[in-house]
């Protein structure tokens, strides 16, 4: 069975990604990309869906562990009674800029620390999802090949360690002493294309780390944030930039998928796509803390992937803009802890969901205010997205929460096509766009008026989850941010104190009342989830915006304290079970505690000092 998801950390090289548990077993890696079929897939089923562990014969959970430096290169020890050894773990960059080795590659080294370790290693290699075990053979005692379909899988290690191979599994053990060092390499590639050329892993592995280290370390250095949290939001920052499909700039919303909401639930969906919906977020984020290179080249996958016609405008695409991502159920896994379906793709790629439009202008709108040219196709875009959504504004949608079961008059989609108007305003005075200005305006007043007055109920002194609804929803806690209403607004506050009722033990659920107990009432899918990370620091955004600063700076320590021991965090927390719960890392909540530190405490050192709250 797979650890715990909090048992997680990261490692990448900007186009995939891997999860490497307590254990040291390297439970998920999609190959050559994120979006592509997993090689390592035990995370969803058990070892013999593909995994690969390096640890001391006997051993388990390891010692402790942590990131070299401000890197994503992970040091694991392990303390036995026979000494104590150390397991690093790297994939080197695949980034423009730096010499390319091919194509994905883990690269673990395996150190004596102290004393004689007996180490063992054992190697699953299950193509498609964990549903292929491929043809295995041995090219020389130290280099392994597996085989099946497109798919091609290189292993090669030191010397003085033999690799068995057997068509399940490759395995070994070796002893390591004080100061000697075993390197292991598993690359993946075409199968029809030549193997790499031989390399003594050894080498192999010195250079990578020395590479990888200076590439973490320079860009981290970039930040401009000298607050409180340093390091969580610097590390959330990494997390971002390891999420991050260098070769075309998107952002994928978490390295996995069918991790559960609630365990053993039906409620496990695949994130390894890009969201317009985290656009503006995202971009902010980035923007705040001095990487504009990410924030331009995340601006210009949203362009290049939403270009064409409005009415093919989707909620998500893939990490180069394909738009076609059907969902498949994968019988054959389990799914981690018996939560069942697996999913690979996702439906909601064909939803109708009108916030995407507000995110979409947003993200145009900071994108000018940051320095960037639109050329002609861009500002047409703007007016042809504006024209659509006049058509389009008044039907129901799914919403931001995918909501599959009816669609309805969410206040979140009035609000975000409101922003979209709002934006355009905005952008046609920057430009000059005098023609369209009066008719933009028109519609944002409409906009407005509809939303106080369907949106909001005096009843329940707040905005609703959507027309006629008695229920809030988390995404109301934008309305100032958004700059929809003032945050003074007596209709703000008032929402912001009805936010209780989605509160659980300091955290909050994105909707469905605990009072109910949490249950969904938009579908039919049943059962429940967890406390909603992202939403917990828009509560402490909104407190902050509303003057309960000592409350929101509460809210964002109790959140700190839920990252796991490398500093991520999943989608959601369960607070009643104290375990993260959904995909990992999830790249919208370590987006929303980036935005929360700045909210909290601003950009440099004196504001933090000074104790004043620098509201963004």
């Known amino acids: 069975m797979a650890g715990r998801i909090e048992d997680y950390a990261l490692v990448g090289d900007l186009e995939t990604a891997a999860l490497i548990g307590t254990d040291g077993s390297v439970d998920w890696w999609c190959a050559p990309r994120f979006d592509s079929p997993a090689c390592l897939a035990g995370l969803l089923g058990d070892p013999d869906h593909g995994s690969w562990i390096l640890a001391p014969v006997g051993s388990s959970r390891c010692t402790r562990r942590s990131y070299r430096d401000d890197t994503l290169v992970l040091d694991t020890f392990w303390e036995t009674p026979s000494g104590t050894v150390r397991v690093t773990d790297l ?8 010499p390319s080795d091919g194509g994905p590659r883990i690269i673990r080294v395996v150190e004596g620390i102290a004393g004689r370790v007996p180490v063992r290693g054992e190697l699953r290699v299950r193509f498609h999802h964990g549903s292929i075990v491929p043809w ?12 099946a379909g497109p798919d091609a899988a290189h292993l090669s290690c030191g010397p003085g360690v033999e690799l068995d191979v057997t068509r399940e599994r490759t395995s070994c053990e070796f002893t390591v002493t004080a100061g000697r060092r075993v390197a292991f390499v598993l690359g993946w590639s075409p199968s029809h294309a030549p193997p790499p050329p031989p390399a003594p892993p050894a080498d192999v592995a010195a250079a990578a780390l020395t590479r990888t280290l200076g590439f973490w370390n320079d860009w981290a250095a970039a930040l401009r944030y000298e607050g409180p949290a340093r390091e969580a939001v610097l590390r959330s ?3 971002l930039k390891a999420l991050t499909y260098a070769p075309t700039g998107g952002i994928v919303a978490a390295a996995t998928s069918s991790l559960p909401e609630s365990i053993g639930g039906s409620r ?34 949203l362009l290049r992937a939403v270009a064409g016609d409005p009415d093919d405008l989707q909620p998500l695409y893939g ?8 969902e498949t159920h994968a019988d054959w896994l389990p799914g981690y802890e018996e939560s069942r379906p697996v999913r690979f793709g996702n439906a909601a790629v064909g939803q109708f969901q009108l916030d995407i439009y507000g995110e979409v202008l947003s993200t145009v709108y900071s994108a000018v205010r940051a320095g960037v040219v639109l050329d002609p196709a861009a500002w047409a875009l703007v007016a042809s997205l504006l024209e659509y959504l006049g058509k389009r504004w008044r039907e129901p949608d799914e919403g931001i929460w995918e909501v599959r079961g009816p669609r309805r008059h969410f206040v979140h989609s009035k609000v975000m096509a409101w922003v979209a108007a709002d934006r355009a305003v905005r952008l046609a005075r920057v430009a000059g766009l005098r ?29 609703t989850q959507y027309y006629g609804s008695r229920q809030v929803d988390a995404t109301a806690l934008l309305i100032p941010r958004l700059g929809f209403l003032p945050a003074g607004d007596p209709r ?13 033990h300091g955290f909050l659920r994105r909707y469905g009342d605990v009072r109910d107990g949490g249950t969904h009432e938009l579908d039919d899918l049943g059962g429940t989830e967890g406390t909603f ?15 309960r600063a000592d409350e929101a700076r509460a809210v964002f320590e109790r959140l700190l304290d839920v990252r796991n021991d490398v500093g991520l965090l999943a989608e959601e927390w369960d607070p009643v079970a104290g375990r993260q719960l959904g995909n990992t890392p999830q790249a919208l909540s370590h987006v929303a505690l980036v935005n929360t530190a700045f909210t909290l405490y601003g950009t440099r050192r004196h504001d933090r000092d000074r104790g004043r709250l620098a509201v963004a």
């Open 91 to 98: 994939m080197p960059p695949r980034s423009r800029g730096l």
């Open 136 to 147: 295995t053979r041995s090219t020389d005692r130290h280099t392994v090949v597996s085989i």
């Open 237 to 239: 920052l990494l997390t």
């Open 268 to 301: 496990n969906w695949d994130y390894r796509f890009c969201w317009l919906r985290d656009s503006t977020f995202t971009l902010s984020c980035l923007l705040r803390s001095g990487y504009r290179r990410e924030a331009l080249a995340w601006t210009e996958w």
């Open 319 to 326: 990490v180069e803009g394909q738009r076609r991502l059907p």
């Open 435 to 463: 023609g369209s200005l009066a008719h933009w305006q028109a519609l944002r007043a409409e906009l407005h008026a509809e939303i106080c007055a369907r949106g909001w109920s005096e009843e329940q002194c707040s905005f």
């Open 492 to 504: 703000v506050l008032g929402t912001v104190r009805a936010m209780e009722r989605l509160e659980e």
């Open 533 to 547: 990370v992202a939403c917990t620091f828009w509560y402490a955004d909104a407190l902050a915006m509303t003057g």
